[in-house]
């Protein structure tokens, strides 16, 4: 009898333990509702190689020359002409609506002739593209079928936490449709691009994954299956996911427009270290530091360089990473309030958002600079701009500053990355355009109790703000 107690308390606590952890007893059941949703994608691409007949080639074209003197070199060294063959690709991709909207990875279709999507049920359809999306390598294809499909929707992803079930479907190195499961490994994670927001999983993800789902335990895509950390090529359990909530919007756009509307604010940024924050008197290092206000929406606002972004449109800005993402997920044309810190005291601004992909540079304008007088200042010597520096800098006219001509090796300005060719423009965020200009900065800032003074150096026409130590 005690022995039976015994494992039956040792069945229920198990019990209770599976369900303190949420683990599901088996994805079948969820495996089974969102696979008919899920497609296996073949791309087709006509690619040269040598032998076979000559390209034909538009007669009139500008590369019509080309074509025939490379043909008759080729032709002169016993070279076989080059000819076309196909080559394919695979990937997955997911159902988002009964008429036939499905969502992949850029990098599956990009520069296809031919995309043919096979359904779980082995039906086959050629699909167009809508629009894509390198920036966060989404791609939206439409496919037309004579019934509705089965499709799935997408789920919230800031909702999922660290050490939630997931569960990937795909088409892995080409082997069909397969299913894995894991956990959320890791949230808010960036590879190589400006709006990556990608969730870290342990599921199984390999080549051919690229474009799948990947569910939650509701069923619902809270992620795009984008790329893998590896060695060998295969599944080592660290997988990206690019983000619905990412994705979503970049879907609605290609949708709508065709090709994305990204805001766009109209500043060079650079994220608050503790230096910078305490020479301009902020009390936590947060927020997005402005380098450049060129010709845009933050100019036409009145926003200056040297502001510190804290809040923009209600939310709070941690690091420039943050506000990209906020600024690119923004409608164009809307007013915002943002909120920066300029000159020991909070302003509100407000700024009517650009388009992304239509901004232009620009080389913001200042005073000009007088005759060259050359000093040594804070293990920085300098010289004042003339017309000489400026042919051999590559600087217009319009820019006023000071040269660094020499940097001390065992000053802090060179640990801070200074450099010979570094154009100083301004000094606690007031423009220099002299030697004498620096070093009252200098005195203010050490008169104003400051430990450090905020440089705004230009290096390839790049602005970027260095603090250096008073002491």
Do not use: C
């Not at 997931?166 to 190589?192: E, H, K």
């Not at 001509?405 to 010979?420: F, N, P, T």
């Amino acid at each position: 009898m005690a022995a039976a107690l015994l494992a039956l308390a040792l069945v229920l606590a198990q019990t209770l333990v599976a369900q303190a952890r949420d683990m599901p007893g088996s994805f079948a059941d969820l495996a089974e509702r969102v696979s008919p949703a899920v497609v296996n994608i073949t791309t087709s691409t006509n690619v040269a190689t040598p032998g076979g007949p000559q390209p034909i080639v538009p007669e009139g074209s500008p590369l019509e020359d080309f074509f025939r003197d490379f043909m008759d070199r080729q032709q002169e060294e016993g070279r076989p002409a080059p000819r076309q063959r196909r080559s394919n690709a695979l990937g997955s991709g997911f159902v988002i609506s009964e008429d036939g909207f499905i969502v992949t990875n850029n990098h599956v279709i990009e520069q296809a002739d031919e995309i043919l999507i096979e359904f779980f049920s082995g039906e086959e359809l050629e699909a167009t593209v809508i629009g894509t999306d390198p920036n966060t390598d989404i791609a939206l294809l439409k496919v037309e079928s004579d019934t509705p499909l089965p499709f799935v929707s997408f789920g919230d992803s800031d909702a999922a936490r660290v050490g939630d079930w997931v569960m990937a479907v795909g088409n892995p190195l080409g082997q069909g449709f397969s299913v894995s499961a894991g956990i959320v490994s890791a949230r808010n994670r960036a590879l190589s691009g400006t709006y990556d927001d990608y969730i870290q999983t342990d599921a199984a993800i390999n080549r051919g994954n690229s474009g799948g789902p990947l569910f939650n335990m509701d069923g619902d895509v809270i992620g795009v299956n984008t790329a893998i950390l590896s060695p060998n090529g295969g599944s080592i359990g660290i997988g990206f996911s690019m983000a619905s909530g990412v994705v979503t919007n970049v879907v609605d756009q290609l949708k709508e427009f065709g090709e994305t509307r990204r805001g766009w604010l109209g500043v060079r940024i650079q994220d608050v270290t503790d230096d910078v924050a305490e020479a301009l008197g902020l009390e936590k290092a947060a927020g997005a530091l402005v380098t450049d206000v060129p010709d845009g929406p933050s100019l036409d606002a009145g926003m200056e360089a040297g502001d510190v972004i804290l809040t923009f449109d209600g939310r709070d800005v941690e690091d420039t990473r943050e506000l990209v993402q906020i600024v690119g997920n923004t409608a164009v044309g809307k007013a915002v309030r943002v909120v920066v810190f300029r000159s020991g005291a909070t302003q509100t601004l407000l700024v009517t958002l650009g388009r992304r992909e239509d901004a232009e540079r620009a080389v913001p304008v200042s005073a000009p600079a007088d005759e060259p007088i050359e000093r040594e200042i804070m293990g920085l010597t300098v010289t004042e701009l003339n017309d000489e520096l400026r042919e051999q800098l590559g600087i217009t006219n319009s820019l006023a500053g000071l040269v660094v001509s020499d940097v001390d090796e065992d000053s802090q300005a060179y640990e801070k990355g200074l450099r010979a060719g570094d154009v100083i423009t301004e000094a606690g965020q007031e423009k220099v355009a002299s030697a004498d200009d620096l070093e009252a900065r200098i005195d203010a800032a050490k008169e104003a109790g400051r430990n450090s003074i905020l440089l705004l150096v230009r290096r390839d026409n790049e602005p970027r703000f260095v603090a250096l130590a008073l002491n």
